[in-house]
């Protein structure tokens, strides 16, 4: 199943851009190997933004929950973060399910 996620950061008062940078460095590694194990399908950085734009490919809604519990900007920041999810269908798909349905 594909989503698209996207991710609004934010950082407390508190907490100084370097330490934010400490985890988002952390995160960056996660992000970048789930890449290459083929769990993300390409990923984005917003320019001028703290956001993040994501398209993964997961077996199910519940696999997707629990990789998002775990993300290292989640655990160590994610009362600050806001992760918006769309679930996806391939247009491809879609496409023929249209053309089958001009036929029927």
């Given at each position: 199943m594909?989503?698209?996620?996207?991710?609004?950061?934010?950082?407390?008062?508190?907490?100084?851009?370097?330490?934010?940078?400490?985890?988002?460095?952390?995160?960056?590694?996660?992000?970048?190997?789930?890449?290459?194990?083929?769990?993300?399908?390409?990923?984005?950085?917003?320019?001028?933004?703290?956001?993040?734009?994501?398209?993964?490919?997961?077996?199910?809604?519940?696999?997707?929950?629990?990789?998002?519990?775990?993300?290292?900007?989640?655990k160590?920041?994610g009362?600050?973060?806001?992760?918006?999810?769309?679930?996806?269908?391939?247009?491809?798909?879609?496409?023929?399910?249209?053309?089958?349905?001009?036929?029927?």
């Amino acid at each position: 199943m594909l989503y698209h996620l996207d991710f609004h950061v934010e950082y407390p008062a508190g907490m100084s851009q370097q330490e934010l940078f400490a985890i988002w460095s952390e995160e960056a590694d996660v992000a970048l190997g789930a890449k290459q194990a083929g769990v993300v399908v390409d990923l984005w950085k917003c320019v001028g933004m703290r956001r993040v734009i994501a398209i993964v490919d997961v077996p199910s809604p519940e696999t997707l929950d629990q990789i998002l519990l775990d993300l290292p900007i989640m655990k160590k920041n994610g009362q600050h973060v806001r992760v918006e999810v769309t679930s996806l269908r391939r247009y491809e798909d879609f496409a023929a399910d249209v053309k089958s349905r001009l036929e029927s």
